[in-house]
Structure formats: C-alpha cells, structure tokens
C-alpha cells in the first residue's frame, strides 16, 4: 500500500467521522429536552449511591420525581437529614424531621440453633435455594445464609458471621433498605437506628413446628405482649408472632428479659459482660416483684374500702 492510499483512507474516516459528528450535533439541538433547574440541583447533592431506597430508578429519577411528580422530600435515605434540609431549600418547602432507620437480621437461627431439611448443593445463592422446595432450612421462614442481602448492600455495612447468618454494622447502615429486599424469604428487616431491642425471629408457624426446627425460634406464647409485660402495647401479636410498633416508645425491657426463647434481642448487649447482663435481669425481676406486691396492696386496700363503705351505707 503507497502513501496515496494511506491518506486517501485516513481523510475518508476523518470525513466521515465529521459528518457523523455534525448529524450528532444537529439531532443534540433537534431533540434536546429542556431539564427544569431544579432537576439538576437536586441531582448534585444527592449522594449517587443508586441504591434504589427511595423507590426510583437512581438518583436521577428521583429528583426529576420530586420535581415533576411531587415525591417526598425525604426518600433518600444515604443522605439523611442533611440532604433533606437541602431538597426543602431548594423546593422552597419545610423539611420534616426523617428518622434514621437501620437493617437488622429477624433470625437466630444459627447453623448451631436450626435443623436443615436436606443436603442443598445448588447455586450459593438465597434467591436459587428457595426455589428448591422452599430452601434446605426444617424452617420455612428461616435464613438459607448465602449472603444476598451481603452481596446487595452497597455501603459495605454487612457481612456474614461465622454462624451462617448475616448481620449489620450499624455505623455502616444508611437504611437504603437494599438487603430487605434482596432477601426472598423477607428476614432482613428495617428499625428505627435509635432502638436497640428488635425481635430475632420470622417464623409464622405453631410452637411444635418451630421447636422441631429451631431451638431458639419463637412459639407464639404471648408472654411478650401482655399488658404486664409491654403496658406500652408496642408489641402485639399478629397470629403466632409478636410485632413491634417502634412509633410507641418503650425499652422492651420486659419482652427481653421475659420471653422463654430468648427472641428479643438488645443489640446494647454486645458491648456488655455475661455479669451485666445477669446482674440487670435480675434488677427487672426485683422491680417487678415490687410492682406486683404494691399492685396486690392496691388491690387489698381497694377492696377494704369498698367493704367499709358498704357497712357504713347499712
């Protein structure tokens, strides 16, 4: 090839390449899309995480819908409260308070503390597993412990225990609630980040069932949500198992300290001795034996009056 050639064929792409350039340019003008200012505010402060939390597709998407279609201003969870003040200046709105959440694992069952039904050797996956007869675990609601919702997590804030089930590092956790849903048997679940008490167990069957499967999992006693236990009324049972309603506030000290399983776990505890811990139960039960003997006074005394005022009315 001589060097006519060579130069013929590079102007024929340098040709084409500024023609193609030119008909790009012109359909840029032709269809360009007017973005509303406020779109792209939005979308600079927004921390680009993509994680979805706020129910649109990407960062993008939600600040084009908080402008266009009027969505909250408080989706976006990775950004939290500063984000939202921001948002409300810029909509020219008031930002209300948003309270941070954070995941947590509503399962203790261990590979020491569950039964498996059969030997899985399928795809390390959750979403594969549970395809097979609703995963290997005797409980049908219980953790298959292949790390979805590890694998989901795009703020590096979870990883997996050497116990075969997954936990959050709370510091980590922006409650963009990615784990909650990647996970196909609904265990990874969402709490106020200034709660530390959270029930650690999913399962919806009968108090046999769970025995038979797990030696930890709740059996729907009802101690929990006793008026005694929880005069707040922040759990209430839903069928064989408790719910709690973290819009009611209370310390859950009794439902911790009370339940036969061991199911409320207090996240406070980790940072405590067996001592600690030993020591505060055994303060609960001394407080609340105080409370019965006076609520039994009250009681004595109540009936003592009504009898007197009986005889006296004779």
């Known amino acids: ?24 340019a012109y359909a840029s003008k032709v269809f360009h899309v007017a973005v509303d200012p406020k779109v792209e505010k939005i ?13 649109y597709p990407g960062c993008s998407g939600y600040a084009d819908a908080v402008v266009s279609k009027g969505a909250a201003i408080n989706l976006c969870s990775p950004g939290g409260q500063g984000v939202v003040d921001q948002i409300a200046e810029i909509m020219g709105v008031t930002a209300a308070a948003s309270e941070p959440m954070v995941a947590y694992c509503a399962c203790s069952g261990s590979k020491a503390n569950a039964k498996d039904r059969f030997e899985y050797y399928g795809p390390k996956s959750c979403a594969s597993a549970v395809f097979v007869s609703g995963g290997h675990k005797a409980c049908d609601y219980g953790c298959l412990g292949f790390a979805d919702c590890v694998e989901a997590c795009p703020f590096d804030a979870m990883g997996m ?32 980040k200034g709660a530390t008490v959270y029930l650690s167990c999913s399962s919806k069957a009968k108090g046999k069932e769970v025995t038979d499967a797990c ?9 929990c949500s006793l008026p005694k236990t929880t005069p707040s009324g922040a759990i209430k049972m839903e069928g064989d198992l ?12 009794g439902a911790k300290f009370k339940c036969p399983k061991g199911c409320f776990i207090d996240k406070a505890d980790k940072n405590k001795t067996a001592e600690q811990i030993a020591s505060e139960k055994e303060a609960f039960k001394a407080e609340e034996a105080k409370a019965s003997e006076a609520a039994k006074k009250a009681a004595l005394e109540k009936a003592a009056a009504a009898k007197a005022a009986q005889e006296n009315a004779q």
Not at 1 to 24: C, E, K, P
């Open 1 to 24: 090839m001589d060097t006519t050639q060579i130069l013929t064929a590079f102007l024929s792409v340098g040709l084409i390449g500024a023609v193609l350039g030119a008909v790009l």
């Open 43 to 55: 979308g600079e402060i927004l921390p680009q995480a993509n994680c979805g939390a706020c129910g």
């Open 161 to 192: 225990g050497d116990d075969g089930l997954p936990y959050v590092i709370d510091d980590k956790c922006v409650g963009c609630g990615a784990c909650v849903r990647a996970c196909p048997k609904g265990i990874m679940k969402m709490m106020p």
């Open 215 to 223: 030696t930890v999992g709740c059996i729907g006693c009802k101690i």
């Open 242 to 253: 408790p719910v709690v309603n973290y819009s009611i506030e209370d310390t859950l000290t």
